[in-house]
């Protein structure tokens, strides 16, 4: 799943935006960028996104994530139910959060100013809400994320697959009351959910079937894709247009391709992209995550969607390439520490640097067996090559 961005006094001025076509932050002319899609991982969540003025984020930037059991294993934190359904609970466990990340770094101050926390509704499900709506089960685990079980969709229940009635279900009514509750304690509903995407999804309820569908029965992939596409949208400009009239504006989507790389760029042409086409048009300000995976198979397919104004992948891609096909996108190289020895991080931010290609990294996966100092070494390595403090290259944590 990210780390933050420009401060948080800036945030209601980051969120302003014009309804104006010529206006937008690149419209069907390729306008200057304006704005910029940037990462956003509220102390330990999975991937998410915010938009600030391209001029309030100067310079590359490192985004950095944790994931549960780093806190965890330092505390008597829990992520089990009760993190995911009660606001208040959650915003203590991310003052807790903030505390342990502090002590941890104290020189970075990972965990940002804990009195500008505030509850929110990042994290609440992680990827399991979309699933959950179409009959999957949530089941919570109090040192990681929430996952889906449940029997996987037969051909004929794909085949008569409808848009699931998801106001009616008892985890986005819980939502809805967690979000008139952030409203009353904090004023304004901030915060992102993971929306997952269409064929993250789709992965979820069909599983490695969907994949001979591809090929067996592409018409059983397309009823598929449209039925979570339409569910998705409607869910997304449900959540986001309660949050607008709480004052959070949210003309933003990055869709999570993280299971993209299973498929061909032909396959991608034929059953995904149409969809991350439609998403473009339909969120103002659009992106594309893709994980740690190499992005360089869809390059070109996704260049053809037009206006992307986010894009993550890994290390392992041309990241002189992207910069040539996407000079206005925000790049931003997935890295993760698991497995590296200090020699490998030091060659790897090498290489990141030399091609002076992507414009922020984000650090992935800090888990309880990460060790502190391959941490403390890979930041101060990047101060070296960027040739900045420390401090100037951390993204701003989000405080909520």
């Keep these: 799943m990210r780390s933050n961005r420009g401060k948080q006094e800036n945030l209601k001025v980051c969120f302003k935006f014009s309804t104006d076509p010529d206006n937008l932050f690149m419209s069907r002319r390729a306008r200057p960028m304006e704005r910029t899609i940037i990462p956003y991982i509220p102390f330990s969540c999975a991937l998410q996104q915010k938009i600030v003025p391209a001029d309030g984020d100067s310079g590359f930037k490192i985004d950095y994530q944790f994931i549960p059991n780093w806190f965890t294993d330092r505390s008597e934190l829990r992520f089990d139910e009760p993190w995911h359904t009660d606001p208040v609970y959650r915003y203590r466990s991310f003052v807790e959060m903030a505390k342990l990340a502090n002590d941890a770094f104290p020189d970075l101050r990972l965990g940002g100013e804990i009195s500008e926390i505030k509850g929110s509704i990042s994290g609440v499900q992680s990827c399991a809400l979309p699933a959950a709506f179409f009959g999957?089960?949530?089941?919570?685990?109090?040192?990681?994320?929430?996952?889906?079980?449940?029997?996987?969709?037969?051909?004929?229940?794909?085949?008569?697959?409808?848009?699931?009635?998801?106001?009616?279900?008892?985890?986005?009514?819980?939502?809805?009351?967690?979000?008139?509750?952030?409203?009353r304690e904090w004023g304004v509903i901030e915060g992102e959910l993971n929306f997952q995407s269409v064929m993250n999804t789709a992965f979820r309820l069909r599983g490695t079937h969907l994949y001979l569908d591809m090929y067996d029965n592409p018409r059983r992939v397309h009823h598929l894709f449209e039925v979570i596409y339409s569910m998705l949208v409607e869910l997304i400009d449900e959540v986001h247009g309660r949050q607008s009239r709480s004052g959070a504006e949210r003309p933003f989507f990055i869709t999570a391709n993280c299971v993209v790389n299973m498929i061909s760029r032909q396959h991608y042409e034929q059953f995904l992209m149409p969809f991350d086409k439609r998403l473009c048009e339909h969120f103002p300000h659009f992106g594309i995550h893709n994980c740690n995976w190499s992005v360089d198979e869809y390059v070109d397919s996704y260049a053809e969607i037009g206006r992307i104004l986010y894009l993550d992948f890994g290390m392992d891609s041309d990241l002189e390439r992207l910069k040539r096909i996407f000079p206005h996108t925000t790049l931003t190289v997935f890295y993760r520490l698991t497995g590296k020895e200090p020699r490998d991080v030091v060659e790897d931010l090498q290489t990141i640097r030399n091609s002076d290609s992507c414009s922020r990294i984000y650090l992935s996966a800090i888990g309880a067996d990460t060790p502190t100092s391959l941490v403390?070494?890979?930041?101060?390595?990047?101060?070296?090559?960027?040739?900045?403090?420390?401090?100037e290259l951390l993204a701003e944590p989000p405080n909520f």
Excluded at 136 to 149: A, E, F, L, S
Excluded at 378 to 388: D, G, I, V
């Design 136 to 183: 999957q089960k949530i089941v919570y685990d109090p040192g990681g994320w929430p996952v889906n079980t449940g029997a996987l969709l037969t051909d004929r229940e794909t085949e008569e697959l409808e848009v699931p009635q998801f106001r009616s279900h008892p985890a986005f009514e819980n939502l809805m009351l967690q979000m008139d509750r952030i409203e």
């Design 376 to 391: 403390e070494l890979f930041f101060n390595t990047a101060s070296r090559l960027w040739n900045k403090p420390v401090r």
